[in-house]
């Protein structure tokens, strides 16, 4: 089975904050919720069961402490740990009508968890070596601690969404004209 997170690119990697987002926010999401991610992602033809959304939500646990780490060399010891422990096939998939990129191989009896953590692993590893540091973060809108992937190339994002973003330059505003 192959799949598309470790391609390298932002798509498969805002999957990864996705479903962080989606597990520490809501600790019972059921099967059918984490279905319809994977689908939405383009994930592997899983069926999931309630014991497979559990053991996603385990592993997930894994992914959000990486997620959570703002220094690369930290954060390339958590990943080359996971990926030690869960290794990653690699192999060039073309999908049709697309470019060749990078996927991985799950062996044939590798189950979910192997598949997620080996996947995600290998992305995190490409997207921090392309990118030389944690491209990712956490909101730092007030009451926001979503996960993101910062596909910018100036700035360093802040703010998981736009939305976010714009709600504290206006409460901001708002602060300043109260004081002025």
């Known amino acids: 089975m192959t799949d598309d ?3 390298g690119n932002p798509r498969g990697l805002h999957f990864i904050t ?4 989606i597990v520490r926010d ?3 999401a059921s099967a059918a919720d984490l279905q319809a991610l994977l689908e939405r992602h383009g994930g592997p033809p899983f069926r999931l069961t309630d ?11 894994h992914l959000i402490r990486v997620l959570a780490i703002r220094d690369e060399d930290t954060a ?17 998939v073309r999908l049709p ?3 060749w990129s990078l996927h991985t191989q799950a062996p044939p009896d590798a189950d979910l968890t192997h598949w997620l953590l080996s996947t995600s692993a290998l992305a995190l590893a490409l997207w921090l070596s392309e990118r030389g540091s944690c491209a990712w973060g956490q909101c730092s809108a007030p009451g926001c601690d979503h996960f993101f992937i ?7 994002q ?19 004209r109260a004081d002025g």
């Open 5 to 7: 997170l470790s391609s």
């Open 18 to 21: 996705e479903l962080a987002n």
């Open 26 to 28: 809501d600790p019972q």
């Open 51 to 61: 014991v497979d959304a559990r053991e996603l939500h385990q592993a997930t646990s």
């Open 76 to 92: 390339a010891e958590a990943i080359n740990a996971l990926l030690d422990r869960y290794p990653a096939r690699p192999r060039l």
């Open 97 to 99: 009508g697309r470019p």
């Open 150 to 156: 910062d596909a910018g190339r100036r700035t360093p």
């Open 158 to 176: 802040r703010f998981c969404t736009p939305r976010c973003a714009t709600r504290v330059r206006v409460a901001a505003h708002r602060a300043q």
